[in-house]
């Protein structure tokens, strides 16, 4: 979809080099609209509400400072703009928790503390109006909207 969306500006932002390089050799250089930067989502390099819409897959349980992470996510929204993703919660199925405890904290792929469905859910609401939120396994799928 994102090829379809010619009048978009669209800023990819991952602290992971190597994820940056898979995203750039997925897009090519036919998506001259796609931006791709290397950065901490803790210290954007993006003014006050410059975006309407911030999408995080998979990201949120790989942040080191979660809360800091939701208030710059927060600070670059405009007002009403949109927050959509999805990230692992424990507590929800053991099997996924010992997997994430064992091998992706380890990893570093995942960076700890990690919050429970009710802990993450309760965050997102001190910044943002929930407006969908899904549990599908142990990860929970959102969408709120700047306050």
Same mark, same amino acid.
């Given at each position: 979809?994102?090829?379809?969306?010619?009048?978009a500006?669209i800023y990819?932002?991952d602290?992971?080099?190597?994820?940056?390089?898979?995203y750039?050799n997925?897009?090519?250089?036919?998506?001259?609209?796609?931006?791709?930067s290397w950065?901490d989502?803790?210290?954007?390099?993006?003014?006050d509400d410059?975006f %309407?819409?911030?999408?995080?897959?998979? $990201?949120y349980?790989?942040?080191?400072e979660?809360?800091?992470?939701l208030?710059?996510?927060f600070?670059v929204?405009?007002?009403?703009g949109? /927050?959509i $993703?999805c990230?692992?919660?424990? $507590?929800?199925?053991?099997?996924? %928790?010992?997997?994430v405890? *064992?091998i992706?904290?380890?990893?570093?792929?995942?960076?700890?503390?990690?919050? %429970?469905e *009710?802990? /993450?859910?309760a965050?997102?609401?001190k910044?943002f109006?929930? *407006?969908?939120y899904?549990?599908k *396994?142990? /990860?929970?799928?959102?969408?709120?909207?700047?306050k």
């Amino acid at each position: 979809t994102y090829k379809k969306l010619k009048n978009a500006k669209i800023y990819c932002v991952d602290y992971s080099k190597a994820m940056l390089g898979r995203y750039k050799n997925r897009v090519g250089s036919h998506c001259p609209w796609i931006h791709f930067s290397w950065g901490d989502v803790g210290q954007l390099k993006y003014s006050d509400d410059s975006f %309407d819409m911030v999408l995080s897959m998979n $990201g949120y349980h790989c942040f080191p400072e979660k809360k800091q992470a939701l208030e710059e996510i927060f600070r670059v929204l405009k007002p009403g703009g949109k /927050f959509i $993703g999805c990230t692992y919660v424990k $507590g929800v199925y053991k099997r996924t %928790d010992f997997c994430v405890r *064992n091998i992706y904290n380890r990893m570093g792929i995942f960076i700890p503390p990690h919050e %429970d469905e *009710n802990q /993450f859910k309760a965050r997102l609401s001190k910044y943002f109006h929930v *407006n969908k939120y899904v549990l599908k *396994n142990s /990860f929970a799928c959102f969408e709120c909207m700047k306050k």
